[in-house]
């Protein structure tokens, strides 16, 4: 089936893309030197998680507890939580899963580490521990320095847990390449200071994991840095494009969409609003607009309402009617697909099969 | 259970708050003289529709045919699917509908009623349609006047198709209560506009369906209206609440959440982000962050990541902490509600039961 045929709003994958943009990466972190783990927030999707790992990730990365678990029982090992997971019941699943998996969780607080511990004394389990720090992005994270070695010190104290090195939030700049380059300086900097307290106090760091899409050809200029968890790389979308990360035929997702309205002059309505691309706003290039029209890209989609997308046909060439469809390049794919239960794949044009997007909603 | 034991995050609903927000708005039907076909993209659960319906609700309204299916599916009748719907295979399912139930279709095009005629003949059904006019809002719908008579006469010659009446979209001024009272003023003209050409035709309009929460009040300031559509007020919002619509105490969802990270100075870091909030904005009041929180209103929510809420607590009084519970009134709870598959319900800060989310996600 064409997929124009297939019944709108749909979100589809050209499988030809993702694959090219999956070995584009494995590619960057060999030339780089640092492992993959990426982080599989964008695509929620095990097929897809599977496909990393046999491109030769170290591991796979997670939020939510409930992704990581999504990713297990497709049969997935060795993911890091990549974020302080507080809360008994959430705790209690983590350990459950460190019995039958190599499991990381990254913290910056020592309650978040005693109440880890009571969880993994519970279950009998042993979760590796990644002290986060502030990479200078002001989120989480200790002040790179002392108050890690101290916080890794209590950890290695405490019952179920292992101390495995460091981790921490960068790689969001929504600038030039320049920006970037600077950032990689500041990072690298902020780390030389987490690593210089940790040798001072000679304990061994063994993992330093880091970095995202736009900022992984940046990895070899942060010393010390063993892996990168890149995770918007596999789908692309508007704002990874602005950014100078990707072209614009590597945005392997789209939206297709119909146009239902034209009966406002100087509009015309697709069928696709908030609840299909997310409201996630345009962070880079011209910073305004909701998704790139393919077909039209001289029709920017000025508004969305949550069922309806609003185009400005006022200065466009195309004659848009009533049924047609055309596909739009979201903004931001992450919050795209956590809207859709599942993806549509394409080989050229047609519709091959689809994947559930298994860890859609994984809040908890 | 207390809310404050909840696996965070998580959404919950005051049922007490509920019940009053229906019983008001189910007064307000009856005062203004019009009937209620209240929106149910807000909530997207049967039960709810269910108690607007046992408080006289009229009938019920939708975007997509399968939140119509949803509601179907429960044993719910007279469904306005207030929105162009094209395309094969969602018009068949429509056709299939109206086979069972009692069913209204809003369209502005001829192609539109041409493809759901075809679908409605291959089902053997008949399908309620009213035509949809533009009430100054710029998004679907004719002219009011002629073009919409025109419209109606096409729809009383295809099969299967029975024109019913009119429909419009309005009620979304983000402005003082002078705004939405000369809102209501040019809504009235346009109507009247269209309801002339249909009596100089000798038309009989039957149904004339418009409306939303902020608008609910000004229905009887519109001549001819019938009937109107609000959807925001089973549970308000920040924005209902900015536009003068509610009390802060009518907000009936609210995100319960856990302090995850207070490791950076001036900040706290909590577990929900744009994939538990939705990243929509706020329309009114202030117009910048992302919800109140109930312990700590000095402690703004000025940014969301996919997974993180950072609290800018600079300012706030209160004495964040790791694992510390807070209660969050989300800017727009329409898109919020649609990220979760289920709401947990409250009385006395209890949790008693929970509602599975059946329309979330329903896009086609």
Excluded at 43 to 53: D, F, G, I, W, Y
Excluded at 186 to 213: D, K, N, Y
Excluded at 327 to 338: D, E, L, M, S, Y
Aim: charged fraction near 25%; proline fraction near 5%.
């Amino acid at each position: 089936m064409d997929y124009r045929e297939l019944s709108t709003p749909a979100l589809t994958i050209d499988l030809d893309v993702l694959e090219r943009n999956l070995d584009r990466m494995a590619r960057l972190g060999r030339d780089q030197g640092v492992g993959l783990r990426p982080h599989t927030k964008t695509h929620k999707t095990p097929e897809v998680a599977r496909m990393q790992l046999e491109r030769g990730a170290v591991g796979l990365s997670v939020a939510k507890v409930g992704e990581a678990e999504v990713m297990t029982e497709a049969g997935l090992d060795d993911i890091l939580v990549a974020y302080p997971v507080f809360g008994e019941e959430k705790l209690r699943r983590l350990a459950q899963l460190a019995r039958m998996r190599r499991l990381l969780v990254s913290l910056d607080d020592e309650a978040t580490a005693q109440e880890l511990s009571r969880a993994a004394g519970a279950q009998g389990s042993t979760v590796g521990v990644l002290v986060e720090f502030d990479a200078g992005f002001h989120r989480c994270g200790l002040p790179p320095g002392p108050a890690c070695v101290d916080l890794a010190r209590k950890i290695q104290k405490l019952p179920g847990l292992q101390f495995r090195g460091l981790m921490s939030y960068f790689g969001s700049v929504w600038g030039t390449e320049e920006a970037r380059r600077q950032e990689a300086e500041q990072v690298a900097e902020r780390l030389g200071q987490a690593l210089a307290a940790f040798r001072e106090a000679g304990m061994p760091v063994e993992i330093v994991s880091g970095g995202s899409t736009p900022s992984a050809e940046f990895a070899h200029r942060i010393p010390g840095l063993t892996e990168i968890r890149p995770g918007t790389y596999v789908y692309h979308d508007l704002n990874t494009y602005y950014q100078g990360a990707c072209r614009l035929e590597d945005c392997a997702a789209r939206v297709v969409t119909t146009v239902v309205s034209t009966a406002v002059p100087g509009r015309a309505i697709i069928d696709a609003g908030s609840k299909t691309f997310s409201s996630d706003t345009l962070r880079a290039g011209p910073g305004a607009g909701h998704g790139y029209v393919i077909e039209a890209p001289d029709a920017p989609l000025i508004k969305l309402n949550e069922e309806h997308g609003h185009l400005d046909v006022t200065k466009s060439l195309h004659p848009f009617r009533v049924g047609e469809v055309l596909t739009v390049i979201p903004n931001h794919v992450c919050t795209c697909v956590n809207m859709h239960d599942e993806v549509f794949l394409l080989r050229d044009e047609q519709v091959v099969a689809s994947w559930r997007v298994a860890a859609r909603g994984k809040t908890r």
